[in-house]
């Protein structure tokens, strides 16, 4: 907090014990498992282009995240069907953390 007293500027550090925040850690991808596409770099979502039970092709851009204001696509390393979206966009995330499962294309 600054505020001026007497004419004199001064500052005083106020700690906020009700503020918090609160985040639950993101399950990690299995390493080796083809069915799991992990975060490749720490940074935040924001667009998620397709949705539960979508087909998607190899190369196809499923996520972006930005870091350092800066954006990166995370593709599909291979063809198959989306089971499950663990982040949605806005989240955080880490490197390796699990973002979306896929199943055999059917």
Sequence with gaps: M??????Q?????VEDRSASVTHEALPKAEEGNPN?????MPGMVVKVFHAEGEKVARGDVLFAIEAMKMETAVHA????????IVTQA????????LMMELSDEA
Aim: no cysteine; aromatic share 6%.
């Design 90 to 97: 806005g989240i955080t995330v880490e490197t390796k953390d």
């Design 2 to 7: 600054f505020f001026e007293l007497n004419g």
């Design 36 to 40: 799991h596409v992990a975060a490749p």
């Design 77 to 84: 390393e291979r063809a198959g069907t989306i089971r499950r």
């Design 9 to 13: 500027p001064r500052n005083v550090l």
